[in-house]
């Protein structure tokens, strides 16, 4: 509200589709909450376009955040990272000026085992002709373009991190009421980081660049200090606390699968925007995050992102490779 204040010539589209977002993150956050009480658990037999076994409570945050955002008339499209193509809008519903991007819940491997995951979602504004259909088109953008990106992390509390390009701010859940609460102002993250986070069971696919990199960040080298290992193998937990309290995020690419794991559009490219409103940096090794066109809608990129020397310091040393 206090962002919106700032612009008069606002409609409140935007501050709408966040509440949007919000309403589908209170939703997310009750069933993960309750998923061990209710027929929920468990793997289906269904894999996503990326070939991750689909999780029930992935399908059910799927279904949540598209129930809670394509009626709005605030968006012309959608896409999802557990569904191939792009989500239309009803055609009984005029086509708004935003596209939402997101990943339902990212970290589902760790459902059944109750360790922290989160939802992860990006706004764009459309770039096809305002009144018509959205297309792949207005799905396929930059994230220098992002209007919004934002996390809600379920873990001891339920936090809601987002930037609109004025910093990052963070809004625990207070379930008592109901509501996201501004508990972190203006988040900045250190510049050299205490963590490095990689799985490092991968060590023997990497390239040598990349395992000198780690090496240096596990036991220092003449421009690194040694910093201690955290991975909970769950992106939005691991960004979450390099961001508060500084570290470096790896996940490569290695010989087999030279992109890595990760999604560009709904992993790499919210929280790049995210940890650089943060005084943070994030690359594929090479090139910024932010900079990186895309060109398929579930394309994956390798990942370097959080504190900003540690992250210069592993690209200088990657991308000379
Ligand atoms: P690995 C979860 O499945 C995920 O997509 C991210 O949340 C997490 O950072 C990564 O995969 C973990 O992958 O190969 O280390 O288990």
Not at 1 to 11: F, K, N, V
Not at 16 to 35: E, F, P, Q, S, T
Not at 38 to 46: E, Q, V
Not at 76 to 92: F, L, Q, T, Y
Request: hydrophobic fraction near 40%; proline fraction near 5%; charged fraction near 20%.
């Amino acid at each position: 509200m206090e962002q919106e204040r700032l612009h008069p010539e606002a409609t409140g589209d935007l501050s709408n589709l966040l509440y949007d977002i919000c309403l589908a993150a209170k939703i997310i956050a009750r069933n993960v909450r309750r998923a061990g009480l209710t027929d929920i658990l468990g793997g289906t037999t269904t894999v996503n376009v990326s070939g991750d076994l689909q999780q029930k409570l992935d399908l059910v945050a799927n279904e949540t955040v598209r129930n809670s955002l394509q009626h709005t008339g605030r968006i012309c499209v959608m896409a999802s990272e557990e569904d191939e193509a792009p989500i239309p809008v009803p055609a009984n519903v005029p086509a708004g000026k935003y596209v939402v991007l997101y990943d339902p819940l990212d970290g589902s491997s760790n459902i059944d085992v109750n360790v922290s995951i989160g939802t992860i979602f990006s706004i764009y504004r459309r770039v096809s002709p305002e009144g018509t259909p959205g297309k792949l088109a207005d799905c396929l953008q930059e994230g220098l373009r992002q209007v919004v990106a934002g996390y809600i992390l379920y873990g001891s509390s339920t936090m809601l991190v987002y930037t609109t390009g004025n910093g990052v701010h963070g809004f625990t859940l207070d379930p008592t009421i109901g509501e996201f609460l501004l508990s972190h102002a203006h988040i900045r993250t250190p510049e050299v980081g205490k963590y490095y986070s990689v799985n490092e069971s991968n060590w023997n696919k990497w390239t040598p660049a990349t395992q000198r990199v780690v090496g240096a960040f596990k036991n220092g080298d003449g421009a690194m200090k040694g910093k201690t290992a955290r991975y909970i193998g769950s992106l939005v937990a691991d960004f979450h606390r390099n961001l508060i309290s500084g570290g470096v995020f790896l996940y490569p690419g290695d010989r087999k699968v030279p992109q890595g794991k990760l999604r560009l559009l709904y992993e790499a490219a919210p929280l790049a925007f995210i940890v650089e409103q943060a005084g943070g940096a994030a690359t594929d090794g090479s090139r910024r995050i932010l900079e990186i066109a895309p060109q398929e809608l579930h394309q994956h990129t390798p990942l370097v992102i959080g504190s900003r020397s540690d992250v210069e310091f592993a690209t200088a040393r990657m991308a000379a490779e």
